[in-house]
T-cell receptor, first 110, second 113 residues
Framework: DAGITQSPRYKITETGRQVTLMCHQTWSHSYMFWYRQDLGHGLRLIYYSAAADITDKGEVPDGYVVSRSKTENFPLTLESATRSQTSVYFC?????????FGPGTRLTVL | GENVEQHPSTLSVQEGDSAVIKCTYSDSASNYFPWYKQELGKRPQLIIDIRSNVGEKKDQRIAVTLNKTAKHFSLHITETQPEDSAVYFCAASITGANSKLTFGKGITLSVRP
C-alpha cells in the first residue's frame, strides 16, 4: 500500500475555488482511477485512465477534470468547487483488475 | 452497464458466530469478483477475490462463493472477531477489459463482543 499516495490528506476550501488532488503510484500500473465516497452511495467512479494521455469518464464526472501526462501521476482537479463536492476522494491503481487504493483525501467545501 | 447490489445494508453478529454477506450482479460477462474491507477512516483493502472459473475460494476465516447461474456471490466470515467490524464492499468486473470495478454500496458489519 505504500506504493500509492495521495496529497493533501485533508483540504478545506471555499465555493468557487480551484482545487487539485494529487495521486502518485510507484508500481507503474497502467490503470488509475478516482472515486468519491459519500454516505449511502458507496464508491462512485469519477474518472479513470488506461495509460498516460488516455482518460475516460466514470459515473459522476461533472465538475471534475483529470490529466495523466506520466504513468505514475493522476491528478484530479475541481475547477470551481461546490459544496456538493464535499467528500472523501480515493485514488486507485490496478493490475489485472485488482485495484489498490490510496489513503484518501478528505475535502470540505465551505 | 453492470449493476451490483448488496443486501442487507447492515449486519450485526455475536462474536464467534458466522457472518454471510451477499451480492448480486447483472452482467453475465463479469468474471472477476473482489471483496474489500474498509475500517473507519481507512482506505478500502482487498481481502479476497474470486474469478468465474472457480466456485469457491478460502483464506483462513474468510471464504467467497460464486453462483454464476444465479449471478450472485457471497462472503463468508467464520468465528467473527471484533476486529472484523467494518464496511465490506463487493464488486464485479470483466477482466481484460478496462479494469473498471462496479461496487456495491457496502454493508456495515458489527461484531458484538
Amino acid at each position: 500500500d505504500a506504493g500509492i499516495t495521495q496529497s493533501p490528506r485533508y483540504k478545506i476550501t471555499e465555493t468557487g475555488r480551484q482545487v487539485t488532488l494529487m495521486c502518485h503510484q510507484t508500481w507503474s500500473h497502467s490503470y488509475m482511477f478516482w472515486y468519491r465516497q459519500d454516505l449511502g452511495h458507496g464508491l462512485r467512479l469519477i474518472y479513470y485512465s488506461a495509460a498516460a494521455d488516455i482518460t475516460d469518464k466514470g459515473e459522476v464526472p461533472d465538475g471534475y477534470v483529470v490529466s495523466r501526462s506520466k504513468t505514475e501521476n493522476f491528478p484530479l482537479t475541481l475547477e470551481s468547487a461546490t459544496r456538493s463536492q464535499t467528500s472523501v476522494y480515493f485514488c486507485a491503481s490496478s493490475v489485472d483488475s485488482e485495484q489498490f487504493f490510496g489513503p484518501g483525501t478528505r475535502l470540505t467545501v465551505l | 452497464g453492470e449493476n451490483v447490489e448488496q443486501h442487507p445494508s447492515t449486519l450485526s453478529v455475536q462474536e464467534g458466530d458466522s457472518a454471510v454477506i451477499k451480492c448480486t450482479y447483472s452482467d453475465s460477462a463479469s468474471n472477476y469478483f473482489p471483496w474489500y474491507k474498509q475500517e473507519l477512516g481507512k482506505r478500502p483493502q482487498l481481502i479476497i477475490d474470486i474469478r468465474s472459473n472457480v466456485g469457491e475460494k478460502k483464506d483462513q476465516r474468510i471464504a467467497v462463493t460464486l453462483n454464476k447461474t444465479a449471478k450472485h456471490f457471497s462472503l463468508h466470515i467464520t468465528e467473527t472477531q471484533p476486529e472484523d467490524s467494518a464496511v465490506y464492499f463487493c464488486a464485479a468486473s470483466i477482466t481484460g477489459a478496462n479494469s473498471k470495478l462496479t461496487f456495491g454500496k457496502g454493508i456495515t458489519l458489527s461484531v458484538r463482543p
